[in-house]
């Protein structure tokens, strides 16, 4: 029942006030291949795209209040993360197959004679940064790739990043355009944008799994017991781990973390092919919209299967808020879905 369900704890719900814009500014270094982005004076993320990565992403991810929300792996080692999915790292736009390659779980961690059913995302270059008092913008370009370097897609993605004392937000804009070949994304699971979390909005657990501290020791303990109480919430009210494998306009996935509340919430585009998405919503961390699995998560009885003709192109679009000290409410989302629309 749509938006019926509010979210239970009443501390955590938010009264709805236009807080002030906060200015955007980048800082590139071009040695590293990052661009940090500041907002208010304070780091949000780094947009990073370093030889040695399969694709490029924004990482870390940071609240207003400084809360680290991206899992550390495999780039960082923390106490009490999991090291599982190395594929998994900040938040990223890729797919499971594209003409075949599986572009969404290449890793450093796929042996040499198996990367050649891999794909990469490379060549990137910036192209633009624009600081702004209410907004900054970053532009850059980039190649869908075979190991042999063959282009299958270029890539131009805009972001428009902005803030408030109590929020962040990224609105990613990303067109693919087919190269020489057509293009034929298979309608599977892993896809397509997608963000790795905290071990704080993991979901409650007593199951024993493997976490590792920041010296590479590993011990077994409860998710309940490392700090997880994750929680998912879609526009269409469905909560928990009922939330994977369901279309929405929005789904957010909220907890605490130190004690503060803090959420992430993803918005899809009505002009977004297979809108509204489905959410590969899992209850480990990993959180991604996928419009193009529908073969998948309808268990066969709706099919996509979108295909590129050469120079044909595709556009997606998503607002991604990341909120500290409040959780929004689903009115707020449904606002903010609404707003987003007219982009």
Same mark, same amino acid.
Request: hydrophobic share 35%; charged share 20%; proline share 3%.
């Given at each position: 029942?749509?938006?019926?369900?509010?979210?239970?704890?009443?501390?955590?719900?938010?009264?709805?006030?236009?807080?002030?814009?906060?200015?955007?500014?980048?800082?590139?270094?071009?040695?590293?291949?990052?661009?940090?982005?500041?907002?208010?004076?304070?780091?949000?993320?780094? *947009?990073?795209?370093?030889?040695?990565?399969?694709?490029?992403?924004?990482?870390?991810?940071?609240?207003?209040?400084?809360?680290?929300?991206?899992?550390?792996?495999?780039?960082?080692?923390?106490?009490?993360?999991?090291?599982?999915?190395?594929?998994?790292?900040?938040?990223?736009?890729?797919?499971?197959?594209?003409?075949?390659?599986?572009?969404?779980?290449?890793?450093?961690?796929?042996?040499?004679?198996?990367?050649?059913?891999?794909?990469?995302?490379?060549?990137?270059?910036?192209?633009?940064?624009?600081?702004?008092?209410?907004?900054?913008?970053?532009?850059?370009?980039?190649?869908?790739?075979?190991?042999?370097?063959?282009?299958?897609?270029?890539?131009?993605?805009?972001?428009?990043?902005?803030?408030?004392?109590?929020?962040?937000?990224?609105?990613?804009?990303?067109?693919?355009?087919?190269?020489?070949?057509?293009?034929?994304?298979?309608?599977?699971?892993?896809?397509?944008?997608?963000?790795?979390?905290?071990?704080?909005?993991?979901?409650?657990?007593?199951?024993?799994?493997?976490?590792?501290?920041?010296?590479?020791?590993?011990?077994?303990?409860?998710?309940?017991?490392?700090?997880?109480?994750?929680?998912?919430?879609?526009?269409?009210?469905?909560?928990?781990?009922?939330?994977?494998?369901?279309?929405?306009?929005?789904?957010?996935?909220?907890?605490?973390?130190?004690?503060?509340?803090?959420?992430?919430?993803?918005?899809?585009?009505?002009?977004?092919?297979?809108?509204?998405?489905?959410?590969?919503?899992?209850?480990?961390?990993?959180?991604?919209?996928?419009?193009?699995?529908?073969?998948? *998560?309808?268990?066969?009885?709706?099919?996509?299967?979108?295909?590129?003709?050469?120079?044909?192109?595709?556009? *997606?679009?998503?607002?991604?808020?990341?909120?500290?000290?409040?959780?929004?409410?689903?009115?707020?989302?449904?606002?903010?879905?609404?707003?987003?629309?007219?982009?």
């Amino acid at each position: 029942m749509k938006n019926k369900l509010m979210l239970t704890v009443c501390c955590f719900v938010s009264l709805h006030v236009h807080a002030q814009s906060e200015g955007v500014t980048f800082i590139s270094n071009s040695k590293e291949k990052s661009v940090k982005v500041m907002i208010g004076g304070k780091h949000f993320t780094s *947009f990073i795209y370093p030889n040695d990565l399969e694709k490029p992403i924004l990482y870390p991810i940071i609240t207003a209040n400084g809360q680290v929300i991206t899992r550390g792996f495999p780039l960082e080692k923390r106490d009490g993360e999991r090291i599982d999915h190395p594929h998994h790292v900040g938040l990223w736009l890729n797919y499971e197959s594209v003409n075949g390659l599986d572009f969404w779980n290449n890793s450093y961690n796929i042996p040499a004679d198996k990367k050649s059913k891999y794909g990469w995302i490379r060549n990137v270059a910036v192209e633009r940064t624009e600081n702004g008092k209410n907004n900054g913008k970053l532009s850059y370009s980039a190649n869908w790739e075979n190991q042999a370097g063959k282009v299958l897609l270029k890539e131009q993605t805009a972001f428009v990043f902005s803030g408030t004392s109590d929020s962040r937000t990224i609105d990613r804009i990303t067109t693919l355009t087919a190269q020489q070949d057509s293009v034929f994304f298979k309608d599977a699971k892993d896809g397509m944008l997608g963000i790795r979390l905290t071990k704080e909005l993991e979901f409650a657990s007593d199951k024993v799994e493997e976490f590792t501290d920041n010296q590479g020791n590993i011990t077994k303990v409860s998710a309940s017991g490392n700090g997880a109480n994750g929680n998912y919430l879609t526009s269409e009210g469905i909560t928990g781990v009922k939330a994977w494998g369901t279309r929405g306009n929005w789904c957010m996935l909220y907890g605490q973390k130190e004690g503060q509340p803090l959420a992430v919430s993803i918005i899809d585009h009505q002009k977004n092919p297979g809108y509204p998405t489905y959410w590969h919503a899992r209850d480990y961390g990993l959180f991604a919209a996928n419009p193009l699995g529908q073969q998948i *998560f309808s268990n066969g009885k709706e099919t996509l299967n979108l295909k590129l003709s050469p120079g044909q192109s595709i556009t *997606f679009k998503y607002r991604i808020i990341v909120s500290s000290g409040k959780i929004l409410r689903a009115d707020e989302l449904d606002q903010q879905a609404k707003d987003f629309s007219k982009k």
